[in-house]
């Protein structure tokens, strides 16, 4: 059975950092690719960045070059490194598969950027 289990958000100043954690069950890391999703306050949720079981990485507009998604295929989990975060960054940070599963969502963790 698909789950994700997402971890890590919380309040942070503009400029700092996070890590999010996201443990994935029912899905074999060596042939998915999984990517980082958020869902903004009243907005629909987007892309923001995917990793490949080769390691290839993508990343939306919006955060590349401050953001780094990682993989531990061992653990089964991704990780979204956030740095210099901005208040648009706010949102409900979910992980899936790319393309996504849309039967198998998490609850996905809190970010909110406030000063």
């Known amino acids: ?3 994700f289990e997402e971890s890590g958000g919380g309040l942070v100043q503009p400029g700092g ?10 899905i074999n890391f060596n042939i998915r690719t999984m990517g ?5 306050p009243g907005k629909q ?7 490949t079981p080769g390691g290839t990485t993508n990343y939306a507009s919006s955060v590349k070059d401050r ?7 061992a653990e ?3 990780y979204l490194h ?6 648009e960054d706010t949102a409900v940070y979910y992980c899936n598969q790319s393309p996504p599963d849309a ?3 998490g609850q996905g963790t809190q970010v909110t950027v406030s000063s």
């Open 45 to 51: 949720r987007v892309f923001i960045a995917t990793i």
């Open 76 to 78: 089964g989990t991704v």
């Open 17 to 26: 950092s996070l890590r999010l954690s996201c443990v994935a069950s029912g």
């Open 1 to 3: 059975q698909l789950h």
């Open 103 to 105: 039967r198998h969502w």
């Open 82 to 87: 956030m740095h210099n975060v901005k208040p």
């Open 36 to 40: 980082w999703y958020r869902q903004p």
């Open 67 to 73: 953001f780094t998604i990682s993989s531990d295929a």
